[in-house]
Each structure stands twice: as structure tokens, then as C-alpha cells.
């Protein structure tokens, strides 16, 4: 079973920058799409970002387009997001996610993905 582990959480001041990873296990696992989403308190999970397998093709939720970059490095098995200019409404636990499916139009609901890792905290202080 692929697993994918989530690093690079924590505490930030408003307009900071952090950069989360998440890695699988194995090294031969080629997901088509590979994604972020968070969650915030009482909120549903929400899409963030995502990228296609060859790295060209990426999209992202309005509120952190220009603000968040996504990126994977397929030699790693490892998918990044890069988010400048943090906001407080940033706050919330970010997964990583995994889609199989060659032919996924849709990227933002989380039926689209497959395999998803365990999350890590963004917290961001005004």
C-alpha cells in the first residue's frame, strides 16, 4: 500500500512563506494527477492545488492563485507547494492526494484521488 507523507507545517506570521512535501513510499508509484487540499476547523476539505504528471499542466483555487505554486519532481516521487504571502484564512490542516485515472478532467473534488497522506498543520498569526 502507497503511502504519502506530508512535511513542512507550522507557525507563520501573516505574508510569510512555507514550502509543504509530500513523498510516497515507493519509488515506482506514477500517479497521473497529484493534488493539495486543506481543511480547516468545521469546514469541509477544500481543493487547493494540482498538478499533472508531467508537471506542465497545474491549477489552483482562486483564492491562492499568484500567491501558492505546485510542483512535483516525478525522479522523487514527491509533489510540492510553495505558499508566499500566508493569510490566517490559510490556517488549516493541508493533505496531499494521489489520482490514478489517466483520463481525470475534473482536479478539485476529492473523488478524483486515490491515495491520500495523514496532513500537516499550516498555522498563520496575524
Known amino acids: 500500500q502507497v503511502q504519502l507523507v506530508e512535511s513542512g507545517g507550522g507557525l507563520v506570521q501573516a505574508g510569510g512563506s512555507l514550502r509543504l512535501s509530500c513523498a510516497a513510499s515507493?519509488?515506482?508509484?506514477?500517479?497521473?494527477?497529484m493534488g493539495w487540499f486543506r481543511q480547516a476547523p468545521g469546514k469541509e476539505r477544500e481543493f487547493v492545488a494540482a498538478?499533472?504528471?508531467?508537471?506542465?499542466?497545474?491549477y489552483y483555487r482562486d483564492s491562492v492563485r499568484g500567491r501558492f505554486t505546485v510542483s512535483r519532481d516525478n525522479s522523487k516521487n514527491t509533489v510540492y507547494l510553495q505558499m508566499n504571502s500566508l493569510e490566517p484564512e490559510d490556517t488549516a490542516v493541508y493533505y496531499c492526494?494521489?489520482?490514478?485515472?489517466?483520463?481525470?478532467?475534473?482536479?478539485?473534488?476529492?473523488?478524483?484521488?486515490?491515495?491520500w497522506g495523514q496532513g500537516t498543520q499550516v498555522t498563520v498569526s496575524s
Open positions: 498538478v499533472r504528471r508531467s508537471g506542465s499542466r497545474t
Open positions: 515507493e519509488r515506482t508509484f506514477s500517479p497521473s494527477l
Open positions: 492526494a494521489a489520482g490514478l485515472r489517466e483520463d481525470t478532467t475534473l482536479v478539485s473534488p476529492t473523488g478524483a484521488y486515490d491515495y
